[in-house]
């Protein structure tokens, strides 16, 4: 598939890294690096905009990296970006971590993958099927 996409910053095209990669990294687009307290947000631009099929969305996620050495995560994971959309690429990045972080021009800062999707249609009902599980949620299925 072949998706169009326009590159203002300095940093190649986002990639996949292996043969077998679900997601390319995105990097930081900044003038001057950025210093993340902890518990502190910050939009970080890509310098990328994307134009996706219709039926298709990025969703953006954190970097395990990222998350394992330094505690740096994404406020709302997985993002979505969807067909329509045609603004910059930004990352809502957070600290939560005890020790400051800092962000700097080309750092790989999250990561994306291009899925597809259905548009589903309501069909409104009076009661559900019944299964083995029923109601039963958060733990519910078991201990393991």
Same mark, same amino acid.
């Given at each position: 598939?072949k %998706?169009?996409?326009?590159?203002?910053?300095?940093? &190649?095209? !986002?990639r996949?890294?292996?043969e077998?990669? *679900?997601?390319?990294d995105?990097?930081?687009?900044?003038?001057? &690096?950025v210093?993340?307290? !902890?518990?502190q #947000?910050?939009?970080? !631009?890509?310098?990328?905009?994307?134009?996706?099929?219709? /039926?298709?969305?990025a969703? %953006? #996620?954190?970097?395990s990296?990222? *998350?394992?050495?330094? /505690?740096?995560?994404?406020?709302?994971? &997985? /993002? $979505?970006?969807? *067909?329509?959309?045609r603004?910059?690429?930004?990352?809502?990045?957070?600290?939560?971590?005890?020790a &400051?972080? $800092?962000? #700097? @021009?080309? @750092?790989?800062i *999250?990561?994306? %993958?291009i899925?597809s999707?259905?548009r589903?249609?309501?069909?409104? %009902?009076?009661?559900?099927?019944?299964?083995? #599980?029923?109601?039963?949620?958060f733990?519910?299925?078991?201990s393991n």
């Amino acid at each position: 598939m072949k %998706v169009h996409i326009v590159n203002h910053s300095n940093h &190649p095209l !986002p990639r996949y890294e292996t043969e077998l990669s *679900a997601g390319m990294d995105l990097r930081a687009c900044l003038e001057a &690096p950025v210093t993340l307290n !902890p518990l502190q #947000r910050y939009l970080v !631009p890509t310098g990328l905009f994307i134009e996706l099929p219709a /039926g298709f969305e990025a969703q %953006v #996620r954190p970097r395990s990296g990222l *998350a394992i050495k330094h /505690g740096i995560s994404l406020v709302n994971s &997985p /993002g $979505t970006i969807d *067909a329509d959309y045609r603004g910059e690429i930004k990352i809502i990045m957070i600290n939560l971590s005890d020790a &400051p972080f $800092t962000i #700097r @021009d080309g @750092d790989r800062i *999250a990561q994306m %993958v291009i899925s597809s999707h259905e548009r589903i249609h309501w069909s409104e %009902v009076e009661s559900l099927s019944d299964t083995s #599980r029923g109601a039963g949620g958060f733990g519910h299925s078991g201990s393991n």
